[in-house]
């Protein structure tokens, strides 16, 4: 397992952005597919991105494409989410997560064996 830091979040209005970040432990960071999932309230944990070890190849959740940006930086152990044009149903608590040794990228939580805290996002409308 690696250690996760997600860090970011906060309150926007509806149309702004924020970026997420996930800092990650150990050195096995640029092996691993990392992703995002949120939880809404009274609401199960949802897929948003997840991006492959290399960073060539990303995946989003139909409801984010267009909007979010997964992306990482495997010299800073640190993964991104960018999320432009913020809706109200973007309110959530999102978590990052690693499956470490994976060669290509994660949709299903259950394929994921690190998780961070996660972080708050509000988006007020």
């Known amino acids: 397992q690696v250690e996760l830091v997600e860090s970011g979040g906060g309150l926007v209005q509806a149309g702004g952005s924020l970026r997420l970040s996930c800092a990650a432990s150990g050195r096995t960071f640029s092996s691993s597919a990392m992703g995002w999932f949120r939880q809404a309230p009274g609401k199960e944990r949802e897929f948003v991105a997840t991006i492959r070890g290399t960073g060539t190849v990303t995946y989003y959740a139909d409801s984010v494409k267009g909007r979010f940006t997964i992306s990482r930086d495997n010299a800073r152990n640190t993964v991104y989410l960018q999320m432009n044009s913020l809706k109200p149903d973007d309110t959530a608590v999102y978590y990052c997560?690693?499956?470490?040794?994976?060669?290509?990228?994660?949709?299903?939580?259950?394929?994921?064996?690190?998780w961070g805290q996660g972080t708050q996002v509000t988006v007020s409308s």
């Open positions: 997560a690693a499956r470490i040794g994976l060669n290509g990228y994660a949709i299903a939580a259950y394929e994921y064996d690190s």
